[in-house]
């Protein structure tokens, strides 16, 4: 087919093409909801166990980084389980308040990051405060190794909440239905034109090898 021919389909069932991305755009349109604003903080930490005395016959700096990075990654694993949710909720309960975030973590080497995201900046922020307590004094929970002692935790940075922007998905979600039920509305068009019975130009009569003698003008 040449290009002026499928201008000319669409152009003639336009209409045909425009109905589904009426119809998506109109329910898109109704039922669409702004995404809800999330609000995030990072907190980042170091860990280690407190310094051995009297010991020799090795490099204590090294064992201390050593140390450091293992007591990280099971501080990471931690962070991500129902029972440090529990210990947060717990720390939040004496101050009267409920655990209305969640929790996900990081680490490279012996630098921990804990993420904190929820609805509400206020929830967020004392959320990751009590997360900064339950890190630094219930740790001993994490590592039955250490034998009630808690790994020492230093906070490197204040939690501080900012809101994040919404996600790409909701951003384009409505401009993708549309371009879907404006492809639905030209696979219709084209089905519309091939089952179409009747001739509407000589260019049709002249592909099917007939010849035409003459030609009414519609004025």
Request: glycine residues 8%; without cysteine.
């Amino acid at each position: 087919m040449e290009l002026r021919l499928y201008f000319l389909i669409l152009r003639r069932w336009w209409w045909l093409v425009a109905i589904p991305a009426l119809v998506v755009g109109a329910v898109g349109l109704a039922t669409y909801q702004r995404p809800p604003t999330i609000y995030g903080a990072t907190v980042r930490f170091n860990a280690s166990l407190p310094p051995a005395l009297g010991s020799s016959g090795f490099d204590p700096t090294y064992y201390s980084w050593l140390t450091s990075e293992y007591i990280v990654g099971g501080l990471s694993d931690w962070i991500k389980t129902s029972a440090f949710a529990q210990a947060v909720s717990d720390e939040l309960a004496t101050q009267g308040k409920t655990l209305q975030a969640s929790f996900t973590s990081d680490y490279v080497r012996s630098q921990l990051v804990l993420f904190v995201n929820g609805s509400d900046a206020d929830s967020v922020k004392a959320a990751a405060e009590a997360a900064v307590v339950v890190l630094q004094n219930r740790n001993a929970e994490a590592f039955p190794q250490l034998g009630g002692a808690n790994a020492v935790v230093a906070v490197l940075d204040t939690p501080t909440v900012g809101a994040s922007s919404p996600g790409l998905r909701s951003m384009i979600d409505l401009p993708i239905r549309l371009g879907l039920g404006l492809a639905v509305g030209v696979a219709l068009a084209f089905i519309a034109h091939y089952l179409d019975p009747f001739l509407r130009n000589k260019h049709e009569i002249e592909a099917m090898g007939l010849k035409v003698l003459g030609e009414i003008p519609k004025k």
